[in-house]
């Protein structure tokens, strides 16, 4: 019935194995520059850890470690042991970059394979991977997990609507893997072309990597015709494959076999009792070449209470609702404030003030920069303007790998802050984050 008998674990065993992973991933740890100084520092090895609970006694690891650590400080076997690495989206500061053993990648396959076969994929089906590839861990790692899965997998990538319904015609694909923002353009890219929902082949998607609604998943459902099961993880945790709904859709299992997860209170970082929002903190117990010992993920939700109607025995997560730092997410690329800020103050014809709007337009997250330009500029001739425009546009959209729309205003006309300046003006609606009916 599961794809793979640890879905059903008593909880005692899980206890149990957790506890043998993790004392295993501390000891693959000694050998990275950054925890064994800081494990050697606090006198741990593995034989401190006697349960799952255990972890706590770990000091948490944040982004800026990972950062401070770039690009090789985790690294936990010699150079030659790894196969592939992936990068964090965003360009400008320190970025963070995971790398793979052999098996890593074996390892994490596995789990997305997992995690198809629990919406109802299955061998011989055919499976496009709609979003894009490179570093973007959605591309290759839901790639890698379909033919593990024994999909016939189609790699079309990101965008060109028109090639990806050839595509979803021509090979009656079963199954896409979509990010959800994309998902509504593409309905609505159907609706134009006179496609019924019903009229595809295709039963399943796979839609994750950005934060949407209950509602924005009915929407697509509606639209595309099919059921959309959310799929969550993150780059430091392999990317897809940590955890994913399944056909009952309430909530997400998270792989507690491959992962320890815990929810802390943001600020004091004690652990919460089941039920209660707070940061998804996060172990690896699979991972060879670069495990990670209690990652802040930044990401708040909570544990759902009780058990799931599949018998699957891994806790579920509820939607992510939100973050703990000022990332943003628009169309799947994240977006720090800053990255924006730093392009517009390398021009000289921006004046200090700006803000980033985020409002929704056919239910997808959009985003507008408002811009205060210096006077002369703003008085210039429409050419002078049009090409400075066109300049923030361009630099913008290779600092945030997304292309905002931006609008020229005269200095002053953004209203400044009494207190902290406020660069962000979130107009989006986000009051049904939750999962389950
Ligand atoms: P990246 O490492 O660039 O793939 O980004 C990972 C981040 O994307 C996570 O930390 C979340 O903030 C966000 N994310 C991924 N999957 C989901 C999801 N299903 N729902 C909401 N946010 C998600
Ligand atoms: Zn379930």
């Known amino acids: 019935m599961f794809y793979d008998a640890v879905e059903g674990i008593s909880r005692d065993s899980l206890a149990a194995l957790q506890t043998e992973r993790l ?15 800081r494990l050697r520092a606090l006198g741990l090895g593995p034989e401190n850890f006697n349960s799952p609970d255990d972890v706590r006694k770990l000091p948490f690891t944040v982004k800026d470690d ?134 595809l082949k295709w039963r399943f ?17 509606e639209l595309l015709g099919l059921k959309a099961f959310n ?23 998270v792989w507690e076999d491959a992962y320890i997860a815990e929810i802390v209170d943001p600020v004091s970082g004690e652990a919460l009792p089941d039920g209660e929002v707070g940061e998804l903190v996060m172990t690896t117990l699979c991972r060879d070449g670069m495990p990670l010992l209690r990652y802040r993920t930044r990401d708040l939700t909570r544990f759902i209470p009780g058990e799931c109607a599949c018998g699957r025995t891994h806790r579920r997560l509820d ?25 517009l103050m390398a021009m000289p014809e921006v004046a200090p003030n700006y803000l980033i709007e985020l409002y929704q337009e056919n239910d997808m997250d959009q985003i507008r920069v408002k811009v205060e330009i210096q006077d002369e500029v703003f008085a210039a001739d429409d050419r002078t303007r049009a090409a400075l425009h066109k300049r923030l546009v361009a630099r913008l959209r290779d ?29 989006r609606v986000h009051e049904d984050c939750r999962s389950g009916a």
């Open 23 to 37: 004392r295993r991933s501390v000891a693959t740890c000694l050998a990275s520059p950054f925890y064994g100084k």
């Open 319 to 343: 939607r992510i609702t939100g973050r703990t730092d000022d990332m943003i997410i628009i169309k799947g690329c994240n977006v720090f404030p800053m990255q924006i800020e730093q392009a």
């Open 205 to 221: 998607a796979l839609i994750g990597a950005e934060p949407h609604t209950e509602r924005a998943r009915r929407r697509i459902e």
């Open 66 to 199: 990972l950062r401070a650590g770039y690009p090789d400080g985790f690294l936990c076997q010699p150079r030659d042991a790894f196969i592939r690495l992936h990068v964090s989206s965003g360009t400008t500061g320190a970025p963070t970059a995971v790398y793979y053993t052999a098996n890593d990648v074996d390892s994490w396959s596995h789990l997305v394979a997992r995690c198809m076969h629990a919406v109802g994929l299955r061998r011989g089906d055919v499976f496009q991977n709609m979003s894009g590839y490179g570093l973007f861990t959605g591309g290759l790692g839901i790639h890698y997990g379909a033919e593990r899965l024994g999909c016939l997998t189609v790699p079309a990538g990101a965008g060109n609507s028109k090639r990806q319904l050839k595509l979803l015609r021509d090979f009656g694909v079963d199954g896409v893997h979509i990010i959800p923002s994309y998902a509504l353009h593409f309905g609505h890219f159907l609706q134009q072309e006179g496609i019924e929902p019903g009229d």
């Open 399 to 427: 600092e945030i790998l997304v292309t905002p729309a931006v609008e020229l205003v005269r200095r002053g006309s953004i209203p400044p802050a009494e207190g902290k300046a406020v660069r962000v003006d979130d107009r």
């Open 231 to 253: 799929s969550y993880g993150l780059t430091e945790m392999n990317g897809p494959g940590v955890a994913f709904e399944c056909a009952a859709q309430a909530g997400m299992h």
